[in-house]
């Protein structure tokens, strides 16, 4: 009766050696996705941090062209005659880049 005692808990043994094992793989597999998932928001942290550097030198550069339209358009009209022939300049040269580009494109 003693023997067979023995390996009941030999074969107890066993088992919780194997779920132990078993365990210890989950363990390190959620391990290296904690790690994977750390990185990962690390990595979008710098990439939004980036992007809202980017806005923010974009809003200054955008605020900076407006203050200089303001003074123009608030100047003489002088100034005045300049920036319409600017702007109908830079539409000719949109109609042109979409028309050369429609033939270009189309085959012709």
């Known amino acids: 009766m003693a023997n067979w005692g023995g390996a009941e808990e030999h074969e107890l043994d066993n088992r919780n050696q194997q779920r ?37 030198s974009s809003d200054t550069l955008m605020g900076g062209s407006i203050n200089r339209v303001k003074t123009l358009l608030t100047s003489g009209r002088q100034n005045r005659k300049v920036l319409c022939y600017t702007a109908l300049f830079v539409v000719l040269l949109i109609f042109m880049v979409w028309f050369f580009s429609s033939r270009i494109f189309s085959g012709e």
């Open 20 to 56: 132990t094992f078993a365990l210890a793989g989950k363990v390190s597999t959620l391990r290296s996705l904690a790690l994977d998932i750390e990185n990962e928001a690390y990595e979008h942290n710098r990439l939004l941090d980036g992007v809202g550097n980017d806005f923010t």
